[in-house]
């Protein structure tokens, strides 16, 4: 059974709104959504939000044609007084811009979500098949690209999958990615004559979400794929913005959480020699394809 959220009785002369303004890609928008449903649906406020194509469900219930309300308030970061915000109860415009990685929002809520965020992923595959998740692209640095990475967002040694690959006989394992140029897709691929998928965002995902084993990479559009999905095992990397320990050394506001500490399939795994913050050189991509 799915257990409602409490809803507020709000006037309708002077509606509060929560509105959503979106950060990021994919994964990051899912959260984004999540939330600020979460805080609409427990005042009774009207929701503004863009839709987010492939996810049906996912859209604003409202009653005017636009935002409008006389108090204002911005709520962004990861960590925020959830209950505090719930608490007042008073019209207003709540502005979610933010990440809000923080499993405990979104535990209680287990069964909405999985409603709010329905999409078409098709047949679950078989129950003896692996499927990895490598993020790529956006991790690394090019040799004449200036940007800057993130330095939470880990890529992985192929020892983390050489262990997960060989501990039992799988029938097929299938390899995720955005980029199948990546050395460590090419590598795992002709390692363990893998199956190599590289579509749309959408088409990925929902191959991610259809899953029977998962390997998540460091990144939460491979963790709403995982959490939605009826795999019976989820490889966790504890490490960089998984990894629970570092996120206790930022500012508050910045500590996120998604350690999924109610399921018994999150199989947590601490992959040999990722230290420090990540730096997403060439260097470093040759140290992780040979450990």
Request: glycine letters at 8%.
């Amino acid at each position: 059974m799915i257990a409602a959220l409490p809803e507020a009785r709000v006037d309708a002369t002077d509606r509060g709104i929560v509105e959503v303004l979106y950060l990021g890609r994919l994964g990051n928008r899912l959260t984004q959504y999540c939330m600020g449903r979460i805080v609409a649906t427990a005042l009774g406020f009207d929701l503004w939000s863009e839709t987010i194509p492939g996810f049906p469900n996912v859209q604003g219930f409202a009653t005017d044609a636009s935002p409008q309300s006389s108090r204002f308030q911005v709520i962004g970061g990861h960590r925020f007084d959830l209950a505090g915000i719930l608490a007042d109860r008073t019209p207003r415009r709540i502005v979610m811009r933010g990440f809000f990685h923080r499993y405990e929002y979104y535990r209680p809520h287990k069964e909405l979500i999985r409603e709010w965020l329905a999409s078409d992923s098709g047949e679950q595959s078989p129950p003896d098949e692996l499927t990895i998740h490598v993020r790529a692209g956006d991790i690394w640095k090019g040799d004449r690209d200036p940007r800057k990475v993130h330095p939470e967002y880990h890529g992985l040694p192929f020892s983390f999958y050489d262990g997960i690959v060989r501990s039992r006989p799988w029938s097929k394992v299938k390899v995720v990615t955005e980029d199948r140029s990546d050395p460590m897709v090419g590598k795992l691929v002709a390692t363990y004559d893998a199956e190599l998928q590289s579509g749309s965002k959408l088409e990925d995902f929902n191959a991610l979400r259809a899953s029977s084993n998962l390997v998540l990479s460091v990144s939460s559009y491979a963790w709403w794929a995982g959490w939605l999905s009826n795999a019976s095992q989820v490889f966790f990397p504890v490490v960089g913005f998984f990894d629970q320990a570092r996120a206790r050394q930022r500012p508050s506001a910045w500590q996120q959480d998604l350690w999924v500490d109610d399921e018994p399939r999150y199989v947590a795994i601490r992959p040999a020699g990722l230290t420090g913050p990540w730096t997403g050189t060439e260097q470093e991509r040759q140290r992780l394809l040979n450990s």
